[in-house]
T-cell receptor, first 115, second 114 residues
Framework: AQTVTQSQPEMSVQEAETVTLSCTYD???????LFWYKQPPSRQMILVIR??????QNATENRFSVNFQKAAKSFSLKISDSQLGDTAMYFC????????????FGTGTRLKVLA | EAGVAQSPRYKIIEKRQSVAFWCNPI?????LYWYQQILGQGPKLLIQ????????DSQLPKDRFSAERLKGVDSTLKIQPAKLEDSAVYLC????????????FGPGTRLTVT
């Protein structure tokens, strides 16, 4: 079975500090993409960052970066210089490039940035 | 470019009533997804369309849920009759094509069944 596990239901960080959100996944496929999505109270899912599994280099997007450990099936998100607007639910997800291309989401981590 | 549109944003119904949700994907997007997001959980795929054909509906409770995308553009998701456990946010997403990993989400419809 394909699964995504986010073991931190809630986290908090001081404004301007750095925080890391954890994610592990399980799949027998070799070709897949990993994602982090942000869902603020407005409920709109916003793509934060995407990683292609065949690329060893970790993806970065401004203040957001990932630590992708393919052998360990780990995909953590690091947010640097945290801002109040980063307060949201963060979902880890992956999609395999075979079959029906279905997203599998984790249960989410609620992040609160404190002033 | 307009995003994915959904309506209504909120709906409150009593159990055993019926309800319908509407989704208009981004223009030109061939693939459309409906997700159910129960409070405290991640989105779960209910049904996936490629144009007007169903690609995956393995997790759709077909005794009460139905969905259609007749002209390969707009889609409706219906629940009849609703149960208390159907209370959730229903998200619609679209993608340019099957196999394109980019998914664009709508704002969702929050359903409360009392």
């Amino acid at each position: 079975a394909q699964t995504v596990t986010q073991s931190q239901p809630e986290m908090s960080v001081q404004e301007a500090e750095t925080v890391t959100l954890s994610c592990t996944y399980d799949t027998s496929e070799s070709n897949y993409y990993l994602f982090w999505y942000k869902q603020p109270p407005s409920r709109q899912m916003i793509l934060v960052i995407r990683q292609e599994a065949y690329k060893q280099q970790n993806a970065t997007e401004n203040r957001f970066s990932v630590n992708f450990q393919k052998a360990a099936k780990s995909f953590s998100l690091k947010i640097s210089d945290s801002q109040l607007g980063d307060t949201a639910m963060y979902f880890c997800a992956f999609i395999t490039l075979s079959g029906t291309y279905k997203y599998i989401f984790g249960t989410g981590t609620r992040l609160k940035v404190l002033a | 470019e307009a995003g994915v549109a959904q309506s209504p944003r909120y709906k409150i119904i009593e159990k055993r009533q019926s309800v319908a949700f509407w989704c208009n994907p981004i223009s030109g997007h061939a693939t459309l997804y409906w997700y159910q997001q129960i409070l405290g959980q991640g989105p779960k795929l209910l049904i996936q369309f490629q144009n007007n054909g169903v690609v995956d509906d393995s997790q759709l409770p077909k005794d009460r849920f139905s969905a259609e995308r007749l002209k390969g553009v707009d889609s409706t998701l219906k629940i009849q009759p609703a149960k208390l456990e159907d209370s959730a946010v229903y998200l619609c997403a679209s993608s340019p094509a099957l196999g394109d990993t980019r998914q664009y989400f709508g704002p969702g419809t929050r359903l409360t069944v009392t």
